[in-house]
């Protein structure tokens, strides 16, 4: 098993796809081959999970750290982390998966100051 396979096992990939947008075509053609969306999110993964920065992704990834950037950037512009979020919680919520007792609601609460309202 990869490093890309245990970071983004078939499940996961398979619930990524349906969230995750057609890469963009270059209407002049040419330039480098764009990597693989399941190699990129891969390097997500790993420095979101490891805490390394974007210029210390490891090469076994294949895409470079500002590579892998500007896909998350490109991503988290489309709202593809808030589609995969819902995805995630339907498919735990139709396996019976999901235990609500264990959740959290979080607030934030300020003093209106001057009559705010």
Known sequence: MTIVERLVPDALWELFQLVVPTAPVRPQGGGRRRYGDREVLAA??????????WAQLPQCFGPSGPTAHRRFTEWSKARVWAKLHRVLLDELGSRGELDWSRCAVDSVNMRALKRGN
Request: glycine share 10%; hydrophobic share 50%.
């Open 44 to 53: 997500i993964v790993f420095v979101a999970t490891s805490g390394c920065t």
